[in-house]
Nanobody, 122 residues
Framework: QVQLVESGGGLVQAGGSLRLSCAAS????????MGWFRQAPGKEREFVAG????????YYADSSKGRFSISRDNAKNTVYLQMNNLKPEDTAVYYC???????????????WGQGTQVTVSS
């Protein structure tokens, strides 16, 4: 069992940066692939970024490449999403999630946090 709690969301102007954190509890955290997803009003949940349990393999949605960076600190049971050059279209609720294998499919993620709101003003 893994419990996830996101933090770090907020209101930022276009071009600004935010760093989201996802604190995990549960002794098996280190074995999970971790991912970030987002969901804007009226839209489906979409993959943002993910990384394997070791942190050696990272993958990003096209919309995130070059602007977002995912990382993890297994000693702190925490996953981060550094978001730079934010755009109004990045406005959404951001969720972290845990999966047993590397995947971009939200259906394969077993555990989810409650989400944190990110709002980017133009």
């Amino acid at each position: 069992q893994v419990q996830l709690v996101e933090s770090g969301g907020g209101l930022v102007q276009a071009g600004g940066s935010l760093r989201l954190s996802c604190a995990a509890s549960g002794r098996t955290f280190k074995s999970y692939t971790m991912g970030w997803f987002r969901q804007a009003p009226g839209k489906e949940r979409e993959f943002v970024a993910g990384l394997t349990w070791s942190g050696n393999s990272k993958y990003y949605a096209d919309s995130s490449k070059g602007r977002f960076s995912i990382s993890r600190d297994n000693a702190k049971n925490t996953v981060y999403l550094q978001m730079n050059n934010l755009k109004p279209e990045d406005t959404a609720v951001y969720y972290c999630a845990a999966a047993r294998t590397p995947t971009m499919s939200h259906n394969a993620y077993d555990y989810w946090g409650q989400g944190t709101q990110v709002t980017v003003s133009s």
